[in-house]
């Protein structure tokens, strides 16, 4: 089992940043891809970021690359998500998720991954 927390979230205006953190603890952080995801009012939860269980490779949806950057700590067990000139369709749930030596495109799908956080709100206003 792996359990994971979010936190960092909270209220912006647009343009502005805000950094997520996601505190994992369980088995061996160093083997799990680690995701964020997010979720809108009445919408599906959407693939945001993921990165590599070494932290060498990243892959990001269309609508936040170059904007959102992801990181990971394996000493500190924790995976970031920097979040710079947000917008408000940025508004959402954000999710920390992880799964076992997984990559590919796969791992932009919410069923490729064994664990999920709780979630953080990000809102971002104009």
């Known amino acids: 089992q792996v359990q994971l927390v979010e936190s960092g979230g909270g209220l912006v205006q647009a343009g502005g940043s805000l950094r997520l953190s996601c505190a994992a603890s369980g088995r061996t952080f160093s083997t799990y891809t680690m995701g964020w995801f997010r979720q809108a009012p009445g919408k599906e939860r959407e693939f945001v970021a993921a990165?590599?269980?070494?932290?060498?490779?990243?892959t990001y949806a269309d609508s936040v690359k170059g904007r959102f950057t992801i990181s990971r700590d394996n000493a500190k067990e924790a995976v970031y998500l920097q979040m710079s000139s947000l917008k408000r369709e940025d508004t959402a749930v954000y999710y920390c998720c992880a799964v076992g030596l997984r990559w590919g495109a796969a791992v932009r799908s919410t069923s490729e991954y064994d664990y999920w956080g709780q979630g953080t709100q990000v809102t971002v206003s104009s």
């Open positions: 990165i590599i269980w070494s932290g060498v490779s990243t």
